[in-house]
């Protein structure tokens, strides 16, 4: 486990330094370094200033590349054997904890343990020799603990005196058992996540526990349990998989982390429940976006949305570039507490975050440059404590800025510290795994922006998670999710804060989700709507000509019954609003598109509701070509095709008397030719 994860927010002026820089005594000559050490400024503490004449000496000596600054640093043998001999020491005089439980009596079992490498989706098996205790110590809601001890695989003896600390777990009630194995694949993706989050040099490093399955195949029914270190110290949950966070647990280290899984995946997914000692946590969930895996806690785009309701970005946010969730003012003023909370934290930035990166995005455009510079560099930053600004932590202030950016500075590149490169074939399996993530940011601006020059092509709805966590978001509100207690406790429809709920879902629609686009559209045309039923606007001249406009919006992503409104209101001028006259060639576009709309919408939905049935629109159709007027051409033959293509729909739905009445136009229709 390392330094940083076992360090609290409390900790003042905490600056982690890699393993490889600590002070180390070398056969060099003293004059060299006394002439180098007033190049450093005096601010640098003691350790630092080792660290810096120690890398020099390393490039004297050649073992830095004088060429490439990118290639790894050779670690001196001499500090790994120091940390090595520490590490011994610290677990020789450190007294068991669990001593008096006496767990060596207990039988010695042989196990399969299942591991599974979340970066190349397999797992593997070995045989683990083990003790357990008989009786549980502990349980929560839905599992119950085990104390049990394990040998190393390379031990060459038995024992047990210095065996390994352990917890099995095991479901209180039965359940499949791909459940166990599920949740194992949930906490080492939940991992890898961790140490994607720590490559950007955060000022505090997280890790989540490994985790993983024994089975007694020697035992009635070849039981499983999860298998995780020990941990001491005080267990604190810091978010939950509902929103939910507590005072004295908010940190900013956790929050920012679940912040950036959700960037980092392009919002695929988000990591919450963050709970443990310190930043060595266990037992996390995956919200992904479509909700599937991950068991029953995921909650999807849902889950998404009680995360953010409850986030207020804090400077770690801002260090590694992460974009603010937009929020109405109104729960902008909620989260003050959380933003006070954050910003009495002792956290220190080191100015070496890097920010999040998005390496797949290098054209130009407003905010090309922006974006490519927020993905390639780390932004140059002076170290900066948490007491200092207390601005940085207000989710009001504004996002970083491509506009301001474009006048700023190019950044340099950073070097990877020797820790980072201490194993070749996992640093490169990690980089593939960088590789494949493309960030995205949490801004609606940004969003919509990255939509029009590369992921839209042509698509105007459809496609973006964050949209549909801004939809979540005003449904919650809609429910009373987020009412005060007593306006929950009671439904009561005054408690439900409306302005919140019609902001998400103005959010959702820029973003292009067609349900909030229908909704809102309807809405400001005094229609019936489905989402947000409750919500009302004023009827004026301007929300009608708004709501004409989103209802177009609808109509060009496939929506059957926007076609119909449009159709029709371009045909008798009800509902078309004051920037628009009546147009028959647009009612009969609108028409024909109504007509012929037999696949699926650009979200994949089909309204096959059968009030507006195909043979009435071709009727409609055929009379607006039959009189002529505004701007179309009278055209009685047209009017006469459609009139029989009206009456044999009509036949084909059990319409006798309709259809005779539409073949009966149809023949007038030939005789006006005539």
């Given at each position: 486990?390392?330094?940083?994860?076992?360090?609290?927010?409390?900790?003042?002026?905490?600056?982690?330094?890699?393993?490889?820089?600590?002070?180390?005594?070398?056969?060099?000559?003293?004059?060299?370094?006394?002439?180098?050490?007033?190049?450093?400024?005096?601010?640098?503490?003691?350790?630092r200033?080792?660290?810096?004449?120690?890398?020099?000496?390393?490039?004297?000596?050649?073992?830095?590349?004088?060429?490439?600054?990118?290639?790894?640093?050779?670690?001196?043998?001499?500090?790994?054997?120091?940390?090595?001999?520490?590490?011994?020491?610290?677990?020789?005089?450190?007294?068991?904890?669990?001593?008096?439980?006496?767990?060596?009596k207990?039988?010695?079992?042989?196990?399969?343990?299942?591991?599974?490498?979340?970066?190349?989706?397999?797992?593997?098996?070995?045989?683990v020799l083990?003790?357990?205790?008989?009786?549980?110590?502990?349980?929560?809601?839905?599992?119950?603990?085990?104390?049990?001890k394990?040998?190393?695989?390379?031990?060459?003896?038995?024992?047990?005196?210095r065996?390994?600390?352990?917890?099995?777990?095991?479901?209180?009630?039965?359940?499949?058992?791909?459940?166990?194995?599920?949740?194992?694949?949930?906490?080492?993706?939940?991992?890898?996540?961790?140490?994607?989050?720590?490559?950007?040099d955060?000022?505090k490093?997280?890790?989540?526990?490994?985790?993983?399955?024994?089975?007694?195949?020697?035992?009635?029914?070849?039981?499983?349990?999860?298998?995780?270190?020990?941990?001491?110290?005080?267990?604190?949950?810091?978010?939950?998989?509902?929103?939910?966070?507590?005072?004295?647990?908010?940190?900013?280290?956790?929050?920012?982390?679940s912040?950036?899984?959700?960037?980092?995946?392009?919002?695929?997914?988000?990591?919450?429940?963050?709970?443990?000692?310190?930043?060595?946590?266990?037992?996390?969930?995956?919200?992904?976006?479509?909700?599937?895996?991950?068991?029953?806690?995921?909650?999807?785009?849902?889950g998404?949305?009680?995360?953010?309701?409850?986030?207020?970005?804090?400077?770690?946010?801002?260090?590694?570039?992460?974009?603010?969730?937009?929020?109405?003012?109104?729960?902008?003023?909620?989260?003050?507490?959380?933003?006070?909370?954050?910003?009495?934290?002792?956290?220190?930035?080191?100015?070496?975050?890097?920010?999040?990166?998005?390496?797949?995005?290098?054209?130009?455009?407003?905010?090309?440059?922006?974006?490519?510079?927020?993905?390639?560099?780390?932004?140059?930053?002076?170290?900066?404590?948490?007491?200092?600004?207390?601005?940085?932590?207000?989710?009001?202030?504004?996002?970083?800025?491509?506009?301001?950016?474009?006048?700023?500075?190019?950044?340099?590149?950073?070097?990877?510290?020797?820790?980072?490169?201490?194993s070749?074939?996992?640093?490169?399996?990690?980089?593939?795994?960088?590789?494949?993530?493309?960030?995205?940011?949490?801004?609606?601006?940004?969003?919509?922006?990255?939509?029009?020059?590369?992921?839209?092509?042509?698509?105007?709805?459809?496609?973006?998670?964050?949209?549909?966590?801004?939809?979540?978001?005003?449904?919650?509100?809609?429910?009373g999710?987020?009412?005060?207690?007593?306006?929950?406790?009671?439904?009561?429809?005054?408690?439900?804060?409306?302005?919140?709920?019609?902001?998400?879902?103005?959010?959702?629609?820029?973003?292009?989700?067609?349900?909030?686009?229908?909704?809102?559209?309807?809405?400001?045309?005094?229609?019936?709507?489905?989402?947000?039923?409750?919500?009302h606007?004023?009827d004026?001249?301007?929300?009608?000509?708004?709501?004409?406009?989103?209802?177009?919006?609808?109509?060009?992503?496939g929506?059957?019954?926007?076609?119909?409104?449009l159709?029709?209101a371009?045909?008798?001028?009800?509902?078309?609003?004051?920037?628009?006259?009546?147009?028959?060639?647009?009612?009969?576009?609108?028409?024909?598109?109504?007509?012929?709309?037999?696949?699926?919408?650009?979200?994949?939905?089909?309204?096959?509701?059968?009030?507006?049935?195909?043979?009435?629109?071709?009727?409609k159709?055929?009379?607006?070509?039959?009189?002529?007027?505004?701007?179309?051409?009278?055209?009685?033959?047209?009017?006469?095709?459609?009139?029989?293509?009206?009456?044999?729909?009509?036949?084909?739905?059990?319409?006798?008397?309709?259809?005779?009445?539409?073949?009966?136009?149809?023949?007038?229709?030939?005789?006006e030719?005539?």
């Amino acid at each position: 486990m390392s330094v940083s994860s076992v360090l609290s927010d409390g900790d003042e002026e905490c600056i982690l330094l890699p393993l490889t820089e600590i002070e180390v005594v070398e056969e060099e000559d003293e004059s060299s370094d006394s002439e180098e050490i007033h190049e450093i400024p005096s601010s640098v503490s003691n350790q630092r200033r080792a660290s810096i004449l120690s890398a020099r000496r390393h490039r004297k000596l050649g073992t830095f590349a004088s060429q490439q600054a990118s290639e790894p640093v050779s670690i001196p043998i001499k500090n790994w054997r120091i940390a090595i001999k520490k590490a011994r020491e610290f677990v020789k005089f450190t007294p068991d904890a669990w001593a008096k439980f006496g767990l060596e009596k207990f039988a010695t079992e042989t196990a399969t343990r299942h591991r599974y490498n979340a970066l190349r989706k397999t797992w593997l098996e070995d045989d683990v020799l083990v003790k357990m205790e008989d009786e549980p110590f502990d349980h929560g809601a839905m599992r119950e603990c085990f104390r049990l001890k394990k040998l190393s695989n390379f031990s060459k003896s038995l024992d047990w005196n210095r065996a390994s600390n352990y917890v099995a777990k095991r479901y209180i009630e039965e359940v499949d058992r791909s459940v166990y194995f599920e949740d194992v694949k949930l906490q080492m993706d939940a991992k890898l996540w961790g140490e994607e989050y720590n490559r950007h040099d955060p000022p505090k490093k997280v890790d989540i526990m490994q985790v993983v399955i024994l089975e007694f195949k020697d035992r009635p029914g070849s039981p499983l349990y999860h298998l995780e270190h020990f941990i001491e110290g005080k267990y604190i949950k810091y978010n939950s998989n509902s929103g939910f966070v507590e005072d004295e647990a908010l940190r900013c280290t956790p929050q920012a982390f679940s912040h950036f899984t959700f960037e980092r995946s392009s919002h695929n997914i988000i990591v919450v429940d963050i709970q443990g000692v310190g930043d060595l946590w266990t037992d996390p969930q995956i919200h992904t976006k479509d909700g599937t895996e991950f068991g029953d806690g995921n909650l999807g785009t849902k889950g998404m949305a009680l995360y953010f309701h409850s986030h207020s970005c804090n400077r770690i946010c801002k260090a590694l570039n992460l974009t603010p969730f937009d929020l109405s003012n109104s729960e902008i003023s909620n989260l003050e507490r959380a933003q006070f909370l954050q910003t009495t934290s002792k956290t220190v930035l080191r100015g070496s975050e890097e920010i999040v990166v998005n390496p797949r995005l290098r054209s130009t455009g407003d905010i090309t440059l922006f974006l490519r510079q927020r993905s390639d560099s780390p932004r140059s930053s002076p170290r900066v404590s948490e007491s200092e600004d207390v601005s940085m932590s207000s989710s009001i202030s504004p996002p970083f800025s491509p506009i301001n950016f474009i006048h700023e500075d190019p950044f340099e590149p950073r070097l990877r510290s020797d820790s980072e490169n201490s194993s070749i074939t996992r640093e490169q399996e990690h980089e593939e795994f960088a590789r494949r993530q493309v960030s995205r940011p949490s801004c609606v601006t940004l969003e919509v922006n990255l939509r029009r020059m590369s992921l839209c092509q042509g698509q105007i709805t459809g496609g973006s998670v964050l949209g549909e966590v801004h939809l979540e978001m005003a449904k919650y509100h809609e429910n009373g999710r987020f009412a005060p207690k007593e306006g929950r406790s009671l439904l009561l429809e005054d408690s439900v804060d409306w302005d919140s709920a019609i902001f998400h879902l103005e959010k959702a629609a820029v973003c292009g989700v067609l349900e909030a686009i229908v909704a809102l559209a309807r809405m400001f045309l005094q229609l019936p709507h489905d989402v947000l039923e409750g919500a009302h606007v004023e009827d004026t001249e301007d929300n009608m000509n708004r709501g004409v406009d989103y209802m177009r919006m609808a109509a060009v992503a496939g929506d059957r019954s926007a076609m119909i409104y449009l159709a029709n209101a371009y045909h008798t001028g009800v509902g078309l609003g004051t920037e628009r006259e009546i147009d028959w060639v647009e009612a009969a576009r609108w028409y024909s598109q109504a007509i012929n709309q037999s696949g699926e919408d650009e979200e994949g939905c089909y309204d096959a509701t059968m009030e507006d049935p195909a043979y009435l629109l071709i009727a409609k159709q055929a009379g607006i070509y039959r009189e002529g007027g505004h701007g179309l051409e009278r055209d009685p033959e047209r009017a006469a095709e459609l009139y029989n293509d009206a009456a044999e729909q009509a036949m084909a739905a059990m319409k006798g008397r309709l259809a005779s009445k539409y073949f009966a136009f149809a023949e007038e229709c030939w005789a006006e030719m005539e």
